[in-house]
């Protein structure tokens, strides 16, 4: 998920990966979840193209079968996402009895987000009840906030709001065990019988 410049390609597997942005033109005009890999996002490496272009608010993995794939990768993409919860529920749809979804996630204290709070589970939980497709207002004012940018009224306001959403800014911030608390509410919720084989947590293992 989310190639950018750099997809994983594990040896003696095959690949398709999945991003909102292409090379060619993608449905948003370029902008999204690889903005990175978007001309003149940084960095020296030409773009990859994906081989699924997608709208992963709309869409998530709904080019895939039930049952479909040994693993799934999503390398800094759910902090992005209108509805993280959703995006794990589909996850769990496509993979095999057995696949491995493989996250990679920014640790709040450990990135500029250090001095935002959490994004509550709460709140999370409620946007997966809704299908919430659009990351909310109400995150990006927050984000704005956090990162000292002025948030006007009316019309100014409106615009800084979509600049931070077409940027596809961090909507979501935790650190290792408040995500876990997230996985836990996936398992006992939505029948997602998630099994931790292997992390980079500051805490025991856990269990869910």
Known sequence: ???GRS???????????????HPAGAP???RGFDLDAHPGGGGGDEPVAPDVVADVNLERLGAFADASQDFVIASH???????PLGFLSDAHRVLRPGGVLLLFLPDRHRTADRFRPPTPLGHLVEEHREDTTVVSDAHLAEYARDRGIALHRGRRRRETLDRLRAQSVHAHCWDAAEFVEMLRWA?????HPWE???GCLYEPPFSF
């Open 1 to 3: 998920m989310g190639p």
């Open 7 to 21: 997809p994983f390609r594990p040896p003696g597997v095959t690949v398709r990966t999945v991003g909102q942005w």
């Open 28 to 30: 948003d005009g370029g």
């Open 77 to 83: 993409v759910v902090e992005h996402l209108a509805d």
């Open 187 to 191: 398992a006992e919720h939505l029948g």
């Open 196 to 198: 931790l084989e292997d």
